[in-house]
């Protein structure tokens, strides 16, 4: 489940700045850049940092976020899966091609994060502003970016989102309250108006 939460929390990241774009001048050119496209696609480095054993956990792959569809991970290393997350469930296929799907309702916290994702994808900055503190610095060819939440049950697991990026976001740390993050690095990042037809049905149940 704190994988699962950890990528709607990445969603929520990529999301953000349609509706953080309407609330800061300085931050509005890098914001209407990011949010204008459609569909990003793009390869990802996933690192997961766990302190207490001073672990270190990665793996690979491909990723899609589709405004309209949710965000696709494809991994490839260290073994071969998929995970869709949309603003109703969640769709698992593992390499032999068999799906898992967890619906959101009955998880109160999921229901509560995809709630907000629905109301940043529509751009609604005023449901930002009531459930996160923002801090930027920088400049639209260099900047960083902090999210912290305001809700007491999501700070109990999430401690903060740091961004960082030039026209796009290139990393993603997601700080759990324990001391645990999760670091995503971006790359080979293009842009599209629509998914393929195959890309489609990895959304689908």
């Not at 709630?115 to 260099?142: H, R």
């Not at 997601?174 to 670091?183: H, I, S, V």
């Amino acid at each position: 489940m704190k994988r699962v939460l950890s990528i709607l929390f990445f969603l929520l990241a990529v999301s953000v700045f349609s509706a953080y774009s309407q609330t800061n001048s300085a931050f509005s050119e890098v914001c209407k850049s990011i949010s204008s496209h459609k569909v990003t696609k793009g390869n990802f480095n996933q690192t997961k940092t766990i302190k207490k054993i001073n672990r270190e956990i990665k793996s690979s792959g491909t990723f899609i976020v589709a405004s309209e569809n949710g965000i696709l991970w494809n991994t490839k290393k260290p073994y071969k899966s998929s995970t869709a997350i949309t603003k109703s469930g969640i769709v698992q296929t593992n390499a032999q091609g068999k799906k898992n799907v967890m619906a959101a309702g009955g998880n109160p916290t999921f229901e509560q994060v995809s709630a907000l994702m629905t109301s940043l994808f529509a751009g609604d900055s005023d449901s930002l502003g009531k459930n996160f503190d923002i801090e930027f610095t920088g400049t639209t060819e260099n900047w960083n970016a902090n999210l912290r939440p305001h809700d007491s049950s999501v700070r109990s697991f999430m401690d903060r989102i740091e961004m960082a990026g030039d026209s796009k976001i290139n990393t993603i740390i997601l700080q759990e309250a324990g001391g645990d993050f999760t670091k995503y690095e971006f790359s080979a990042q293009n842009f599209a108006d629509f998914l393929t037809d195959e890309e489609k049905s990895a959304f689908s149940r």
